[in-house]
């Protein structure tokens, strides 16, 4: 038997819950196309995103520590994984689409700039007066308009549900402009639940790299409640926690939170009696997310994180670099357009001098950056 498309789709329409996309209901894309024999459409998505220049770029982009500190630190690449990983984990539980899931996942941080949100803060400031710049916004523009891949349009030609999975895309810490996306009505199912995928990695994966980098001690997380949660079945000797026993503790902290999302979840699901999509985005909140023992858990372990190691002084030094390297090299290119490569010298009649240089900048890895301000302001070097 042959699994084709038509195969694939009855497959959805049998099993997915009926408040899921299914990819044979897709509202389609901009430019109309026909669509792969043996893929749906979500899985067509998911492969183009693969594919793009952006997403590459990810693996030399910070996460917390910038690349060169340490090939164990995560980052923008390896977070992105693990997001599409736990994901699809949720998604599976939940009765939603998997693919469409993966697809938001993988796409949801295409658009962050190198050295993290320090970078993005920097563009932020340096675009004032320009329109501002924003990770959430960029990575839409990167599949709509900046990838340039196929001669019959713009950008990836991605299905409407994962664009608007990626414009209301949104944490606790990034937020959305959802105008052309019905923003009236909440993200569909699959795209909340990568909102709260995002979270739960950052969240864990960040206290893995801050134990691994020393950031942090485990002496330190004695009264943070998801610490002891997770530590419990590990350290009833006490001890040391080494690196075999911090994969535990870390490993079980993950299956605690995604237990309980997936816990909770469908319990708001089941109270509500949504029957359809539309019935669940027209909600006034969001259905997929914790209770109220484990929002506030959560709320500690991220206040800890931002106190403890997001504003520790290593971390913030290397903030404050990331902003002096785009800060010039902005102001460099602004002063002098010549300067920059002849296929973004060429758009400025097009997008703006400021946003051409936006979005070169915002393109490059932490490495790039480093070497093209050494290029440009270290005499010593050939340009």
């Given amino acids: 038997m042959r699994f084709d498309r038509k195969v694939l789709e009855s497959f959805e329409d049998q099993f997915l819950a009926p408040y899921a996309i299914h990819a044979s209901h897709s509202k389609g894309r901009i430019y109309p196309e026909s669509e ?26 910070t996460q917390v520590f910038i690349n060169f500190e340490g090939d164990y630190y995560r980052t923008r690449l390896t977070h992105t994984l693990e997001v599409a990983q736990i994901g699809r984990t949720i998604a599976r539980a939940l009765g939603a689409n ?20 320090s970078g993005e803060a920097t563009l932020n400031k340096m675009m004032k007066e320009h329109g501002g710049f924003n990770h959430n916004h960029h990575s839409f523009r990167i599949v709509t ?32 402009d959802a105008s052309n996306f019905d923003p009236q009505l909440r993200g569909h199912l699959e795209a909340q639940i990568t909102n709260v995928a995002d979270e739960l990695a950052y969240t864990s994966h960040d206290l893995d790299d801050g134990l691994r980098s020393g950031l942090i001690t485990p002496e330190m997380l004695t009264d943070i409640e998801l610490w002891k949660m997770a530590a419990v079945r590990f350290r009833k000797q006490g001890g040391q926690v080494d690196d075999l026993m911090r994969h535990q503790i870390i490993r079980e902290l993950v299956g605690i939170e995604v237990n309980s999302m997936i816990h909770d979840t469908a319990a708001r699901i089941d109270q509500t009696g949504v029957k359809s999509v539309a019935e669940l985005q027209s909600l006034p909140h969001n259905l997929v997310g914790f209770e ?20 520790h002084y290593r971390v913030v030094r290397m ?4 902003e002096e390297v785009l800060t010039r090299l902005f102001t460099a290119y602004c002063e002098t357009p010549t300067m920059l490569p002849p296929q973004f010298y060429e758009q400025i009649e097009e997008k703006g001098k400021e946003r051409t240089i936006c979005d070169y900048l915002a393109g490059m890895t932490d490495r790039f950056a480093i070497e093209e301000y050494q ?9």
């Fill in 98 to 117: 998997e693919d469409l899931t993966e697809a938001i996942c993988l796409a949801h941080d295409l658009g962050h700039p190198p050295f993290g949100h």
């Fill in 36 to 61: 792969p024999e043996y893929r749906t459409c979500f899985q067509r998505d998911r492969d183009r995103i693969l594919h793009t220049t952006a997403f590459r770029r990810l693996e030399y982009k």
């Fill in 292 to 311: 109220t023992e484990m929002i506030e858990n959560n709320r500690i372990l991220k206040e800890f994180l931002y106190n403890n190691m997001y504003r």
């Fill in 319 to 322: 903030q404050k670099k990331a």
């Fill in 145 to 176: 308009e900046v990838e340039k891949r196929y001669p019959e349009f713009p950008g990836l030609n991605l299905s409407w549900e994962v664009l608007e999975g990626i414009v209301k895309h949104e944490t606790e810490y990034d937020k959305s």
């Fill in 375 to 383: 290029k440009l302001f270290d005499p010593s070097l050939l340009p």
